[in-house]
């Protein structure tokens, strides 16, 4: 279910992108586009349809983020403490062992010669 969700957002996305880059730019903020009427699509009911697809797409992609978290999120809950049980009990440590003689230093088996 969540790649399915994963590529419907993924589609939605691209198509808002085309969406929006399709519209005509009204602020003409670097000075370009916005030209004439001679427009691949012009017209007063171009630019109501754009809006329309571009606050259905707009919805569409915030619903299957907000349907994406809440999907991850139930996979990977964690659990809750009451439903786990009682804790174990600690292990109770081992007592200590005595310390080992030293050992006796080896003795030589023969004198070294210089």
């Not at 993924?10 to 085309?18: E, N, W």
């Not at 697809?53 to 919805?59: G, K, N, P, V």
């Not at 049980?85 to 210089?114: I, K």
Request: a positive charge.
């Amino acid at each position: 279910m969540l790649i399915l969700l994963l590529a419907v957002h993924i589609l939605v996305a691209i198509s808002l992108v085309g969406v929006v880059l399709l519209q005509k730019s009204e602020g003409g903020a670097l000075g370009m586009g916005g030209g004439g009427m001679s427009g691949f699509m012009t017209g007063r009911s171009t630019a109501n349809l754009l809006t329309r697809a571009t606050a259905i797409l707009a919805a569409a992609f915030m619903t299957t983020s907000v349907l994406l978290v809440v999907l991850h999120n139930r996979e990977h809950a964690p659990r809750s403490i009451l439903e786990q049980g009682a804790p174990a009990a600690p292990a109770v440590p081992a007592a200590p062992q005595p310390p080992a003689p030293p050992a006796e230093p080896a003795q030589p088996s023969a004198p070294l010669a210089r």
